[in-house]
């Protein structure tokens, strides 16, 4: 009994409903797409800068980390 009291409740979720880890899920795969892309379109900027080319629109960029990708931002300017 006393182990039932003092079982965390996320505990007992995931044994009654699975469906509770798809948001975490989701959530992770989300961050990740957002912050590999964000590398990539910073790092293309950074190259096309170098060689005098096309640039990628600043409003790009914010969007792109506003959506969850700026610490993928933020590696891509180093």
Known sequence: MLRRIYTPIWKQNAKISPRL???DSFAAIWF???NAVTFL???FDKWSAQRSGW???ESILVML???GGWPGGLLGMI
């Open 21 to 23: 880890r798809i948001p």
């Open 32 to 34: 990740a797409a957002f």
């Open 41 to 43: 379109v910073f790092g």
């Open 55 to 57: 640039r990628v629109s």
């Open 65 to 67: 980390g506003a959506l």
